[in-house]
């Protein structure tokens, strides 16, 4: 069955190959994975998003992103869903933002990835009451922390493109830091690990304009950065593969409950090590001593990261073939859309007959 499918971005960060943020590089696989299939694909994101398939662009908002800026973009994206609706036949919608239920249809197949911790989203958009209405997290150990009455599908674990990360070039001498720059992805105590055990580290990510997030950059970040410890602004996939490539080990300082860390997934498909703090689903994603180190302190931070170079290069990227298929990921998907566009038919059906 040819599907038309409809994806639906956080409406306050731009999607495409070159995103920063696990749920847009996840909707931008899937773009481009639809439209190789011969599906068709639409792409609700705001201005600055790119598509393989159909781009429906939103304004993005330039200033602070408080609560005026995201009620626009929200209205703005129940405008964009409804107009994509209304000239095409969708057969699913996909939704991935974590206040998707502020512009969820009132009807139709509708899948719902729960990118971010289960705690972040209201208790109730996780007790869906259709049956056309379908709701996963992205790893078991997510799942796990669902509110009691939630009701999500079987998990669709995270995947990434093992072969176009693969660069074979010398290991250098750095750490590297791939993240959002927020107050609970622990940025500062990456530096300060880095400082104590004495090696460069790399910082390549994103600060978006929230107070808390321009805030903790200049207090935290910023007041930390010298001659060996870097901020990159965000990497590209180019460059993010350069550096991951090249990077002694990947530090995941995260104070947050990580749902899957593709970040993770994608230093081990480059041979690279992880260092972090075992949080949400990372002890599930790094096997400690082997493809990494789980650590609990600063100083375990440091020291793990003067002896990821004792680990095997070869280990990790044999786990990460092994583990983090983004063809399975795409399969589950694919999956998911046809059974969701046949319970559609079936409704539809019904609903014809007097």
């Known amino acids: 069955m040819t599907l038309t499918v409809l994806n639906v971005a956080y409406p306050l960060a731009p999607v495409g190959p070159d995103a920063v943020g696990g749920a847009e590089q996840v909707l931008s696989m899937l773009d481009q994975a639809l439209v190789r299939a011969g599906h068709r694909s639409i792409v609700v994101g705001c201005r600055g998003s790119s598509a393989s398939g159909t781009l429906v662009e939103i304004p993005a908002e330039n200033g602070v992103l408080d609560e005026g800026a995201k009620r626009r973009a929200q209205q703005a994206h129940r405008a964009a869903i409804a107009a994509a609706r209304a000239r095409w036949p969708i057969d699913v919608v996909h939704l991935h933002g974590i206040d998707f239920d502020a512009y969820l249809p009132n009807d139709g197949p509708t899948l719902v990835t729960l990118h971010l911790p289960l705690d972040w989203y209201p208790a109730e958009a996780l007790r869906p009451t259709r049956d056309d209405l379908w709701l996963h997290a992205v790893s078991t150990a997510q799942q796990k922390t669902a509110p009691p009455g939630a009701r999500l599908m079987t998990p669709v674990p995270n995947g990434v493109d093992i072969e176009a990360l693969n660069l074979l070039q010398p290991k250098r001498d750095f ?130 990261i003067l002896a990821a170079p004792s680990l095997d290069t070869e280990a990790c990227r044999t786990e990460a073939r092994r583990r983090f298929s983004l063809e399975r990921m795409i399969l589950s998907y694919m999956d998911a859309y046809q059974a969701l566009a046949r319970l559609g038919a079936d409704h539809g059906h019904l609903a014809a007959i007097p």
């Open 175 to 304: 750490a590297l830091v791939l993240s959002r720059i927020c107050p609970e992805k622990g940025i500062h105590l990456a530096l300060d690990a880095a400082k104590r055990a004495g090696v460069p580290l790399v910082v390549g990510g994103k600060v978006y304009p929230y107070e808390t997030h321009t805030r903790y950059f200049r207090d935290e970040v910023q007041s930390r950065l010298d001659g060996r410890r870097r901020f990159l602004g965000p990497l590209g996939f180019t460059a993010k593969r350069r550096f991951l490539n090249a990077a002694r080990c990947l530090v995941i300082p995260s104070l947050a409950a990580e749902t899957s860390s593709l970040v993770a997934m994608e230093a081990l498909a480059c041979g690279t090590p992880v260092v972090a703090f075992p949080n949400g689903a990372l002890p599930d994603v790094v096997e400690h001593g082997r493809t990494g180190f789980l650590v609990n302190t600063v100083d375990e931070m440091a020291q793990a």
